[in-house]
């Protein structure tokens, strides 16, 4: 296998990488609490995670953060400085005078753009809306990888918490996150339930008037 489809390959994995932190922050904040609950009670360990992770986000979103910035520096950078040099000796070589003059610029800018685009669709785009249509089982995927690795940086970490909350202390936000939920929320969620037959009828009129 030459050279280049091993580079390739080995972008491609900083990609599906970066993919995995990017579901996995999606997945974890939009993952129900009460299925994950369910199945911590069941001794699931990835789902105690987790909800481990989803209860503490100054230790969770800086991980995600971090390995998404490493991994697409990584990612640049490598194929910034390898496949871009291949491109410009290919057409270095050709019978252009234009792209011969411009082979550097012309190979750096492309190789750049489709680095750019692979990430975007693989990296980002497409792990989010998995992530959407099956958060917890994304969630309890990602979120032992997370746990481990939070862990590994947990110095860094614990930094980049405390320097967001000295932030967020200086433009007058106090207190701990909270998530609040509306009467309109709850009754949205019966409503939508009823119509996917999660909810019968009569509970429905039951839940409605306990509010």
């Known amino acids: 296998m030459s050279s280049a489809i091993w580079e390739c390959l080995i972008i491609l994995l900083l990609?599906?990488?970066?993919?995995?932190f990017a579901g996995a922050e999606i997945a974890i904040i939009n993952a129900r609490k009460g299925r994950l609950r369910q199945l911590a009670d069941a001794r699931d360990s990835a789902a105690q995670s987790a909800l481990d992770l989803q209860a503490d986000p100054n230790r969770f979103l800086p991980t995600v953060q971090v390995g998404i910035t490493l991994l697409g520096m990584?990612?640049?950078a490598y194929g910034g400085q390898t496949l871009?040099?291949?491109?410009?000796?290919?057409?270095?070589?050709?019978?252009?005078?234009?792209?011969?003059?411009?082979?550097?610029?012309?190979?750096?800018?492309?190789?750049?753009l489709c680095i750019a685009s692979v990430s975007l669709?693989?990296?980002?785009?497409?792990?989010?809306?998995?992530a959407l249509r099956?958060?917890?089982?994304?969630?309890?995927?990602?979120?032992?990888?997370?746990?481990?690795?939070?862990?590994?940086?947990?110095?860094?970490?614990w930094m980049m918490g405390k320097a967001t909350n000295a932030?967020?202390?200086?433009?007058?936000?106090?207190?701990?996150?909270?998530?609040?939920?509306?009467?309109?929320?709850?009754?949205?969620?019966?409503?939508?339930?009823?119509?996917?037959?999660?909810?019968?009828?009569?509970?429905?009129?039951?839940?409605l008037e306990a509010l």
């Open 84 to 112: 871009a040099l291949k491109l410009q000796t290919v057409l270095e070589t050709g019978n252009w005078q234009f792209l011969i003059d411009n082979a550097a610029g012309i190979a750096l800018n492309f190789v750049t």
């Open 15 to 20: 990609v599906l990488g970066n993919g995995i």
């Open 74 to 76: 990584f990612a640049a």
């Open 167 to 207: 932030v967020l202390f200086l433009l007058g936000v106090r207190g701990e996150d909270v998530t609040s939920v509306s009467l309109d929320d709850i009754e949205h969620l019966i409503g939508t339930g009823t119509a996917e037959g999660l909810v019968e009828p009569v509970e429905q009129r039951v839940a």
């Open 134 to 157: 099956h958060a917890e089982g994304f969630a309890r995927l990602a979120a032992p990888i997370m746990t481990v690795i939070s862990t590994i940086a947990r110095p860094f970490i």
């Open 121 to 130: 669709i693989f990296g980002e785009l497409v792990p989010k809306r998995l």
